[in-house]
C-alpha cells in the first residue's frame, strides 16, 4: 500500500489513464482507493488528505475515462 495525497495519487496515475492499462477501479474494505492492471498488478492507495466524497469524485473521472469502477 502507499500512502500519499490526492495531487501524488492524480500525478502517479496519469500515465495510465485509460483502459489498456488499468482493468478497474474500486475502494477496498478498509476504505483505501485500489487499482487492479491488466497485468496482474495491484496498487492500493491510502490517499491521507481528502474525504470520502472527493475519492469517489476521483472514481467518477475515473469510470468517465471508461475504466471500469466497482460499486
Keep these: 500500500m502507499k500512502k500519499c495525497t490526492l495531487n501524488d495519487f492524480m500525478e502517479e496515475l496519469k500515465p495510465w489513464l485509460d483502459d489498456d492499462h488499468i ?41 468517465d475515462k471508461g475504466i471500469p469502477v466497482r460499486s
Design 23 to 63: 482493468r478497474e477501479a474500486f475502494i477496498d474494505n478498509k476504505g483505501h482507493l485500489a487499482l487492479m492492471f491488466r497485468d496482474g498488478m495491484k496498487n492500493v492507495y491510502a490517499i491521507d488528505d481528502c474525504n470520502k466524497e472527493q475519492i469517489e469524485a476521483v472514481l467518477r473521472d475515473l469510470k
